[in-house]
C-alpha cells in the first residue's frame, strides 16, 4: 500500500502516523509505506516534518480553484500516481479541513479514512470540545473512521475515551484527546494493513 495523508495543519496525527510507521516497520510486515503528504494550505507546519523524514510533500492550494469540484480533481489527479495495481493507495485524512465531494469520497471508498475529535455519532463538525464541556459530558474522546458522503459518518474503526475534567476549557480537554488520536489512528491504520 502507499498511504497519503492529507492535512491542513500541525500535523501532529501524521507526524504520530509516520514514527510509528517506522517503529512497527509497516514497511517489511505490511509493505506499506507513507508515501506523500498533501496539504492545503502551503505554511502548514506538518510540512516541515514530513520534509525532514523524506517524504514526497505537495500543496495545493483550494483557493486556486473555482469550485470544490475542480479542487478535489485536482486532489485526486495528484493521489492517484501513488495508487498502482501493486501499491494500491490508502488516503488518510489528518487534520485535513475541507469537505470532500461526493465524487471524491466515493473514488477512494473503503480506503480513505478520517479522525475525529469526539466520540462519534456525537458532535460532527467543529468546536467539538467545547461543545462536550458545555454539554456537560463526563467523558469525550475521539474516533477514528471510514469516510462516506456523510460527514463524521462510516463505519467507526477505533474510538479512544478520555475524561472531561472539572477545571477543563477546550484546549485542555483538546490536548488530552490528542494524546489519544496519536495512539488509535496508527492502530487504526495498522488493522487496515493487515486486512
Ligand atoms: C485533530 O484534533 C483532528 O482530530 C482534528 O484536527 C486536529 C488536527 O491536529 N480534525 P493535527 O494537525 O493532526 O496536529
Known amino acids: 500500500k502507499n498511504i497519503v495523508i492529507l492535512?491542513?495543519?500541525?500535523?501532529?496525527?501524521?507526524?504520530?502516523?509516520?514514527?510509528?510507521?517506522?517503529?512497527?516497520?509497516?514497511?517489511?510486515?505490511?509493505?506499506?509505506?507513507?508515501?506523500?503528504?498533501?496539504?492545503?494550505?502551503?505554511?502548514?507546519?506538518?510540512?516541515?516534518?514530513?520534509?525532514?523524514?523524506?517524504?514526497?510533500?505537495?500543496?495545493?492550494?483550494?483557493?486556486?480553484?473555482?469550485?470544490r469540484e475542480a479542487f478535489d480533481?485536482?486532489?485526486?489527479?495528484?493521489?492517484?500516481?501513488?495508487?498502482?495495481?501493486?501499491?494500491?493507495?490508502?488516503?488518510?485524512?489528518?487534520?485535513?479541513?475541507?469537505?470532500?465531494?461526493?465524487?471524491?469520497?466515493?473514488?477512494?471508498?473503503?480506503?480513505?479514512?478520517?479522525?475525529?475529535?469526539?466520540?462519534l455519532p456525537a458532535f460532527t463538525g467543529l468546536h467539538t470540545h467545547q461543545r462536550a464541556i458545555d454539554a456537560g459530558c463526563k467523558y469525550a474522546g475521539c474516533t477514528v473512521h471510514l469516510v462516506t458522503g456523510e460527514l463524521d459518518h462510516g463505519p467507526i474503526l477505533e474510538q479512544a475515551v478520555v475524561p472531561v475534567l472539572p477545571n477543563d476549557t477546550a484546549d485542555t480537554l483538546a490536548a488530552r484527546v490528542l494524546t489519544q488520536e496519536h495512539v488509535i489512528y496508527p492502530r487504526a491504520i495498522a488493522s487496515l494493513l493487515s486486512k
Not at 10 to 32: D, I, L
Not at 101 to 116: D, M, S
Open 7 to 67: 492535512i491542513s495543519g500541525g500535523g501532529s496525527n501524521m507526524a504520530a502516523m509516520v514514527k510509528t510507521s517506522e517503529r512497527e516497520r509497516w514497511q517489511s510486515r505490511f509493505g506499506a509505506r507513507i508515501a506523500a503528504v498533501v496539504s492545503n494550505k502551503a505554511d502548514a507546519k506538518g510540512l516541515v516534518f514530513a520534509k525532514e523524514r523524506g517524504i514526497a510533500t505537495h500543496v495545493l492550494d483550494h483557493k486556486a480553484f473555482p469550485t
Open 73 to 119: 480533481d485536482a486532489l485526486a489527479a495528484l493521489i492517484d500516481p501513488y495508487n498502482t495495481p501493486s501499491h494500491p493507495v490508502l488516503v488518510v485524512l489528518a487534520g485535513f479541513m475541507r469537505i470532500l465531494t461526493p465524487g471524491f469520497v466515493e473514488r477512494y471508498a473503503g480506503r480513505l479514512t478520517n479522525i475525529h475529535p469526539s466520540l
